[in-house]
Each structure stands twice: as C-alpha cells, then as structure tokens.
C-alpha cells in the first residue's frame, strides 16, 4: 500500500505587490517540501526573481523488462535561484541554477544498481507557454514547454552533459462535449549516455499511464499522442509511443 497526501499553501503580495510565496508540502509513503518565492520588479513588473529551497524522498522503481525487481529511495534536499521575464499571463521565460544533493538507496529487492549519491548542479534554460482554456480537462488551446539544461554533477555520471526536452500539445473542440488532441514531446541527451540514471521516465505519469513509474528510462526518446476526450469524462482514447533508446534496468 502506497498513500501520499500533500497541499500546497501560497501567500500573496508578501512583501511587494504581485509577489507569490508558493509552499507545497506531501506526506506519507512519499514525503517532501518546496518552498519557492516569486517576485516580479521593474515598471512594468514582467521581470522577476524566484529563489527556492526543496526536500524530498521518494519512491524509485526499477525493471528488468516488465518485471519490477526493485525499490530505491531517491532522497534531495537543495536550493535554486530563477531570474526570468513573463511576456503575457501565457509564457514565461526562465534561465537558473539548481543545486543539490542527492542520494538513490536500495530498500527491498534485488539491487541492480549500487547506492549512488553526490552533489547535483544544473543550469537551465526554460520557456512555458500555457494557452489551454481548462487546467485539467481541456476543449481547446496550445501548449509548449521547452527546456535545455547542462547538468555539471550528476550521481553516477562520468562527466557533464546536455538535457533537452520539448513537449506541444494542441486541443480542439468538436461535438460538445468532446474534444480532440494532440501531442508530439521529444527528448535527448545528444551524444552522452554515461549520465547516471537516464533523466527521461515515460512510465506511470500522463504519458505512458499503463506502465509503471520508471518502467521506461531512456536517455533519448519521442513520444506522439493523439485522442479524443470528453469535458466529463477526461479518457483519452488513443496512446501510442516510442522510445529510442530503452533503458530498463
């Protein structure tokens, strides 16, 4: 049995007008904190600065095929430092860094890898562009998430290396209440694959939802996605995906 519960408590124009203190806690089989505090200066407000701190200890499950073989813990605790520009209440551009410490831990199973633990540095860049007219069960819109990252330390990896992902999805209403969509996402680490554990998980979130949580690990993959949904009901009727490079572990 796995039961986590969290919450997250925000406080407005602490400080100055327009800024957030964004707090989200989860407690249970899996804990954590993050703590983030945006705030927007400038005439015009559009450029900001978010520091934040984290904690957490998660869950990590790891397969050999389809055959899970193992749990791990994944423990990080660190802080990072954001300066970025909102164009509109639809995109936002973000460049910063992350840094952390980090250590995966066998619990129960056999252990295909040993503990890995060690510093995290990150530098990314990020750009959000948010356009759908419903957070959850969307009829129409466009997003874009785009990031690319040079991690510097990583546990497990050899060296520093490059991470970039992109994700676009489009929604189209038909027939109410059903709409249609769909989705292209890609990521890679171009030429290095000695990065510890591979960054990409395609199982057990909204990608991949019949596979388990860190079923598929790569290093590289593109992920396409077409279906229909109801405004009710929210099932996707299609999923289709690929993963170029499939490290299951």
Known sequence: MQFTIGARITFFDLGSFGTEWRNDVSLGSQYGVKSEYYRPFGTTLHWFVAPRVFAS??????????????????????????????FSRLSELRVGYDAAYQKFSPSTGAAPLDTLEGRVGITSLRYNFIQRD????????????????????????????????????????????????????????????EAGVPPFSLGGNQNLVAYGTNEFLTDQYFLFKAGVHSSTSGIAAHNRGQALRDWRI
């Not at 499950?61 to 909102?86: C, H, I, K, P």
């Not at 497990?156 to 994700?167: C, D, I, N, Q």
Request: net charge positive; aromatic share 18%.
């Open 57 to 86: 200890n998660t869950r990590a499950e790891y397969y050999s095929g389809g055959t899970l073989v193992a749990d791990y813990r994944n423990r990080q605790a660190g802080g990072a430092f954001d300066v970025g520009y909102t």
């Open 134 to 193: 419903d957070p959850v069960v969307p009829r129409r819109g466009f997003d874009l998430c785009f990031r690319t990252q040079w991690y510097d330390a990583n546990p497990g990896a050899t060296s520093g290396f490059p991470v970039t992902e992109l994700e676009m999805t489009v929604f189209k209403p038909v027939k109410k209440p059903f709409s249609v969509f769909f989705a292209a996402n890609g990521g890679t680490t171009f030429t290095y694959h």
